[in-house]
């Protein structure tokens, strides 16, 4: 009998999602939204093992700033482990988010309709 398959020829190696986290479903990046833009503040110290190669690539994007959608379609990781991996690295300094912009708010109907009249004046 063998022991756990952890390669497929086909796939390469198979690691649960849940391993890269360590078992968290959650982390201090739950609230962030799809669009807060992501840059790294820094690199880990070589031979600093308690940063996967998960986490080196989100580093590694983040570089020049990306949302957190972005960096979880680039490291092609589900977006609750992507947001675990961020919340670590933002712990441990090596990232800053930044919430997304607000957007004004929309002019109301009563406004748009006196600034229709108005072109039509002219």
Not at 33 to 62: H, K
């Amino acid at each position: 009998m063998t022991g756990p398959r952890w390669m497929d020829e086909e796939a390469g190696p198979v690691v649960r999602p849940f391993a890269l986290t360590g078992g968290r479903a959650r982390s201090s990046a739950d609230s962030l939204d799809l669009i807060s833009m992501v840059r790294s503040t820094g690199t880990p110290p070589p031979g600093d093992t308690s940063i996967g190669p998960e986490q080196r690539r989100i580093l590694e994007i983040a570089r020049s700033g990306a949302s957190v959608a972005d960096i979880a379609s680039d490291v092609d990781l589900p977006l609750g482990v992507v947001r675990v991996l961020i919340g670590d690295l933002h712990d441990q300094g090596l990232i800053v988010v930044r919430p997304p912009v607000k957007v004004a708010p929309q002019p109301s109907e009563r406004i748009l309709k006196e600034v229709i009249n108005g072109l039509r004046a002219l």
